[in-house]
């Protein structure tokens, strides 16, 4: 099984190359389409309570009750969950590219049934939207480890972190595409069709071509992921499911040719073997198809189970709290309250999340993972307790500012740690045969923590006083209680952190423990071909 051995060790030492950086386009354009189809639905969910939850007796806005705020805010998380575990499980089984255009596709259709969401009564277009946005999250979820797995059975191993961290990365760019594109539909809107605040004429506040603008919002999603179709298409099987998975080394040879330039690929395509050595290893292959263990094996347990356990940290996805660097809702009509959440997004992701990912780029092949996963969850934490502490200091007026400075603190350590470094590591660390699956659960189990947070945060962010709380909510145990909450969930992953390796600078096979296979197998072989009785 030599012959396996170098095709992928050839990937392993081969140089930085055009094709890897296309391959982070491809698969980072669905990264892109994920982060804005996620965090697009915060910039338009003030708008659908003005316009479908209007109410005329009302100081305040219309504003979507709280089950169907929750719904429409986390129902695209329970898809994600779903389509990570799904799809993740269906890469190891049928291989990475042909589940990679699934995926693409599931997007596509359902972002653009998102925005044409329909019905005669408010409750029907958010049936509708949730039903949408519940089928986009799966196509979502199955895009988290497949990207990653080809990215990562993609690169050589000194630069393999960055480039599965540049294909998240690509998620930053997403969410300040989605604040733009908000900002230019809200602007467009406020422009052509200007209306007064509420508390001036509440009615007119919302104009009836304001239900045109959260859709194309939504809709504008579809367009990044149809632009990358053709190309996920054209890309091949990744050459470590091919020999490893698939048995097939001298197809997964032939397939790495035709995309990299790795002169000792193109010297293993020239040298044909002989009919009984491809005979012997079609017989090894069987053997050591037989033995390999299972995900839920007492041996995965024994290699893996700690790293499994590692990874799926409840990373808590942080929610916009109730700040308020926002003017009141009843002093804005609806385009100016929905293009003023748009700038503050677009602020916070210029300002933390972009530079946040980026670092991650930069660094994770330098410090390491565990380092940067470290120290994300202990400067998350500081900061959190930095805005729980003093948080009445925080929400007086003239402090606002430092507030949000603080706040886009969390965002950028948060994608320079955690955020980052939990999609990386999955998809190095274990066996080729149940990667996309492992990573799969990693990933859901982070989201998990973004469906309490989407569900949760919102009742639980609410004022203690019950005259205080947003019309429909219960008590809560309020934002400042809440950030220490958070603070909180952050320890939890500083510890978990321990549980996981170090995987800067190894080849994926020796990572996963699959080179001891390798070298087992002969080992063993030649010990049942020795004679056992000495007079033959």
Known sequence: MAHDHKVLD?????????????????????FFTDAYDLFSISLVTKLLGRVYYFNPNSNTPGSLPPNVSAAVNGVA????LAGQLFFG????????????GMTLMLMVVSCLASGLSFGSTPNAVMATLCFFRFWLGVGIGGDYPLSATIMSEYANKRTRGAFIAAVFAMQGFGNLTGGIVAIVVSAAFKSRFDAPAYKDDPAASTVPQADYAWRIVLMFGAIPALLTYYWRMKMPETARYTALVAKNAKQATSDMARVLNVDELAVEQQKPKPAEEEEEEALERRRRREEEYGLFSRQFARRHGLHLV?????????IYAAVNWLPKAETMNAMEEMLRISRAQTLVALCGTIPGYWFTVFFVDVVGRFAIQLGGFFFMTAFM???????????????HVGFVVMYAFTFFFANFGPN?????????????????????????????????????????AQSTDPAKTDAGYPPGIGVRNSLFVLA???????????????????SLEELSGENEDEEAAPAQSNQQTVPTDLSE
């Open 385 to 399: 307790l930095g805005l729980a502490v003093p948080y009445h200091h925080w929400t007086t007026p003239g402090h």
């Open 310 to 318: 590692g990874t799926t940290n409840l990373f808590q996805k942080d």
């Open 89 to 100: 499980w269906l890469g190891d089984k049928l291989g990475r590219k042909k589940v990679y």
């Open 10 to 30: 050839a990937l392993d030492a081969a140089k930085t190359q055009w094709y890897h950086f296309t391959a982070v386009v491809i698969a980072g354009m669905g």
């Open 420 to 460: 980052s470094t939990t999609f990386v590591v999955p998809a190095e660390i274990f066996p080729a045969r149940l990667r996309s699956t492992c990573h799969g659960i990693s990933s859901a189990a982070g989201k998990c923590g973004a469906i309490v947070g989407s569900f949760g945060f919102l009742y639980a």
């Open 77 to 80: 998380f329970c898809g994600t």
């Open 488 to 506: 909180g969930c952050n320890v939890i992953g500083f510890l978990f952190t321990f549980l996981v390796p170090e995987s800067k600078g190894k």
